[in-house]
């Protein structure tokens, strides 16, 4: 079947390889766990029924994705719960659905001290990750804005406001970004979870570990890896018995499988370059416009090829940047070539623009065959909500 590009393809068979891979680790090494998948990595209907169907939660940051979930027929008490833009409402109708709900903010201690009984609340801990893995964290010195600071005592204050108004904490979420996604910095989050529960004295019934993990390439830490490191560390102060693991992955588990093909439509030489113009866009694979290669592979029409000294593969926009990336010393693109750009699910979708074209078609490869599962967007619904 000739498929009109461009598009996103999900190699299913790699998706359920992924997924097969974390829950062995989780199995193996701590087998009471939660799989929160983070919708905010790629919240597609189609993804989020995929992982609601294999028995995952979850992981929200907004009452909009909330509500996306119900509407995708997720039981009300299966999500989790977190990021700084909870709404009051929601907050307390998922702690009351029996949600897990990590408090990221001053407010939210405040809505906690209207709810009375038992509800899954932890709290979102702010550590100064960079100090135990130097160069390793997202914001380096400058350090995270999420959740309660541990070192400076603001943690401590949220546990004792809580435990002043007679509100059980029954976990810590120690979700980081990281720029190296390494076996050091789960380690480290795991030491941070002992640590504070020691010092604290905490009953914890769960540690969130968060996401960030890498997933689906062969060169970088293994799901076996992280879960045996984190679990060799947290055995020291907890068990499987007494606590749950939370993960909560988006880009392990989506970034691999999903591909975006698109077509060469034209070939122009100017005095400085040959620009490929194709019918695919930089803010469809990258669209925080950061990345200066991707993983890629062609199909071409025919097989007579001359090499070119550069090339410059462009997308559709007309924004100058919309420059893809520069083939040197590469076999000549004509048009009607094929480029895929592989292991492109996490980030993308979700932060495209409605920007001279809106989204395209996405296809799921089961079997060797192509099942449409999102339409491309046309004007129409673009203007759906418009009055
Ligand atoms: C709280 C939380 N959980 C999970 C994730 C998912 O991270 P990733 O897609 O890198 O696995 C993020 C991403 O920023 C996050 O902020």
Redesign the pocket.
């Known amino acids: 079947m000739q498929i009109k590009t461009p598009y996103y393809e999900i190699n299913k068979k790699e998706l359920d390889n992924n997924y097969n891979n974390m829950v062995n680790a989780l199995d193996k090494y701590w087998n009471n766990y939660i799989i929160?998948y983070?919708y905010?990595?790629n919240s597609l209907p189609w993804i989020i029924k995929y992982f609601n169907n294999k028995g995952c939660f979850s992981?929200v940051?907004s009452n909009d994705e909330y509500e996306l979930g119900i509407m995708m027929k997720v039981e009300k008490n299966r999500f989790i719960y977190?990021?700084p833009i909870k709404t009051k409402e929601s907050f307390i109708e998922t702690a009351k659905n029996g949600c897990y709900i990590?408090i990221d903010a001053t407010r939210e201690l405040q809505w906690a001290t209207e709810l009375k009984g038992d509800y899954k609340l932890g709290i979102?801990v702010n550590f100064d990750i960079e100090k135990m893995c130097p160069n390793q964290s997202q914001c380096g010195t400058e350090g995270g804005r999420?959740g309660f600071c541990y070192e400076n005592g603001e943690f401590g204050k949220a546990l004792e406001y809580l435990k002043k108004n007679n509100i059980k904490i029954s976990g810590l979420?120690l979700?980081t970004?990281s720029k190296t996604?390494s076996l050091d910095i789960y380690k480290a989050i795991a030491n941070m979870a002992v640590e504070i529960k020691r010092k604290f004295n905490l009953e914890l019934n769960y540690i969130d570990i968060?996401?960030?993990?890498y997933g689906g390439l062969i060169n970088k830490p293994q799901f076996s890896e992280y879960i045996k490191s984190v679990a060799d560390i947290l055995n020291k102060e907890m068990s499987p018995k007494t606590t749950t693991l939370i993960v909560?992955?988006?880009?392990?588990?989506?970034?691999s499988p999903i591909s975006y093909i698109s077509s060469v439509i034209d070939i122009k030489d100017t005095t400085y370059n040959r620009f490929v113009i194709t019918d695919g866009t930089r803010t469809n694979i990258d669209p925080l416009m950061r990345k200066s290669e991707y993983f890629h592979s062609y199909d071409y029409v025919d097989k007579n090829r001359k090499i070119i000294k550069k090339q410059v593969i462009c997308g559709y926009t007309c924004m100058e940047n919309d420059r893809i990336y520069v083939e040197n010393d590469g076999t000549e693109l004509k048009v009607g070539d094929k480029i895929i750009y592989e292991k492109v699910g996490?980030?993308t979708m979700c932060l495209t623009p409605l920007f001279i074209k809106y989204f395209p078609d996405v296809y799921v490869l089961d079997n060797d065959k192509h099942i449409k599962v999102r339409k491309e967007w046309t004007a129409e619904q673009y203007i759906q909500n418009s009055i």
């Open positions: 929160g983070s905010k990595t992981e940051v977190n990021g990590n979102r999420f979420h979700h970004s996604r968060g996401g960030g993990f909560e992955p988006g880009m392990a588990l989506i970034g996490a980030y």
